[in-house]
């Protein structure tokens, strides 16, 4: 009935000691369409579960716009939308090619990715590059002041870190990073300032031996330096590449993936393979910055959700008491809750990533799609917030909730596929 396994228990315990033995490694940065063969044409990948043009939410949409932009499809914003609109641009969401992408998560051929291979699978996972703060891609703007951005991360940034891993050689061992940081207060989805500091620190020595032009090198350190968010993309091509190798036990109910496109929310079961399980999205609650409030707030977006589903970003808080104030999550004891309420509805800790706030425990591990059922707690996740009109940008940060719906759906149907239950 489990394949191999006499239980759903052992089925998941199979997928956590996938997880657990995760050797990801930072390989390469490298234009999308060399490693994703479905970007060599008018092609977008976008977050979350599919979608189509008219429902995504404006930052979406904005995104994609500032993708075409990018990619000189179309000389300006009004040619880019009626080629959105016509579908003259095709779709795909970045899971369904080993990738994941930040908030609208539009990633282009032309675009660089991170490659991320876990070396206990040989398989691989990419994420576009962190831009920044301010008007970004990612929250839905398309300036001039953005596509230059992009096409300088594309020309100079990329080409560098690209040279200084293949003078490193061997890759950069993430899940060193990753236990460094979450002892220096990071929870790998809205802080990562260790980790990209670990990162800088790993990487430049590396960038100072390659061949590329002084100004160049000045301005790539300079750029990791500032941004605050960088290794957040590491992290998530590394969640997705760890948590990809453990769906290859097709059993069980641990939960593989969780992403949102700001129309509907979905999530992935082990025991489920590729089916998606979807619901409503829910819209952040948090901080705002200056002159913005949560009326302004987009509805959620973001494969970002993936490092959740690998037990950190939300689920860690405990070991990122200087980021509960940032979502607008209270104080300590409150990011203490969180993460007891989160063990809840896992079903282990990790022993890679101990969290000297939570007495050395590792971080959650394995969100079992039963117990979220069972509790009706709903996993938290940490996010960036986005104005609801494209153009504007980061408004603020916070949590929201993924819908308890989309794990109801998601055991019924595993129940159906057992012969449990009959289909309704």
């Given at each position: 009935m489990y394949g191999t396994y006499?239980?759903?228990?052992?089925?998941?315990?199979?997928v956590i000691d996938k997880i657990v033995a995760g050797a990801p490694f930072l390989v390469d940065v490298v234009p999308a369409?060399?490693?994703i063969e479905e970007l060599n044409g008018k092609v977008l990948l976008h977050a979350g579960p599919p979608i189509?043009?008219?429902?995504?939410?404006?930052?979406?949409?904005?995104?994609?716009?500032?993708a075409v932009l990018f990619e000189g499809w179309a000389a300006n914003a009004d040619e880019a939308t009626v080629m959105l609109k016509n579908g003259e641009v095709e779709f795909i969401p970045c899971h369904h090619v080993n990738a994941v992408g930040p908030m609208g998560g539009i990633t282009s051929g032309s675009m660089p990715v991170v490659v991320v291979e876990n070396r206990e699978q040989s398989n691989t996972a990419y994420c576009t590059m962190n831009e920044g703060i301010g008007k970004v891609l990612r929250f839905g703007a398309y300036s001039e002041e953005v596509t230059n951005r992009l096409a300088w991360m594309r020309d100079v940034l990329a080409p560098t870190i690209s040279k200084a891993l293949k003078v490193k050689g061997d890759g950069l061992n993430i899940n060193v990073m990753i236990a460094k940081a979450i002892t220096m207060g990071d929870e790998f989805h809205q802080r990562n300032i260790a980790a990209s500091l670990i990162f800088l620190k790993e990487i430049a020595p590396f960038i100072l031996q390659t061949d590329v032009s002084e100004k160049d090198k000045q301005e790539v350190v300079k750029f990791l330096a500032d941004t605050d968010q960088f290794f957040l993309n590491i992290a998530m091509a590394t969640s997705k590449a760890v948590m990809d190798a453990s769906r290859t036990i097709q059993h069980g109910t641990v939960v593989t993936a969780m992403c949102r496109n700001g129309y509907e929310f979905g999530i992935r079961i082990s025991g489920m393979g590729d089916q998606w399980f979807t619901a409503p999205v829910n819209t952040p609650q948090g901080l705002f910055f200056t002159g913005y409030t949560q009326e302004m707030a987009s509805p959620d977006m973001g494969d970002s959700a993936i490092t959740e589903t690998f037990g950190v970003g939300g689920f860690a808080m405990v070991a990122a008491p200087?980021?509960?104030?940032?979502?607008?999550a209270g104080g300590f004891d409150d990011a203490l809750r969180t993460s007891n309420d989160m063990m809840e509805i896992c079903i282990d800790q990790n022993p890679n990533f101990t969290i000297p706030t939570w007495d050395f425990q590792g971080a959650c591990l394995g969100i079992d799609a039963r117990k979220v059922v069972e509790t009706g707690i709903e996993p938290v996740i940490n996010t960036g917030i986005a104005h609801k009109e494209a153009g504007v940008g980061q408004i603020g940060a916070g949590t929201v909730r993924a819908p308890l719906a989309c794990f109801e759906k998601a055991i019924e149907a595993y129940a159906v596929k057992l012969g449990l239950i009959e289909a309704l």
């Open positions: 006499n239980t759903i228990d052992e089925a998941n315990r199979a369409k060399s490693v189509k043009w008219d429902n995504m939410p404006s930052p979406m949409q904005g995104s994609c716009i500032g200087g980021v509960t104030r940032f979502v607008g």
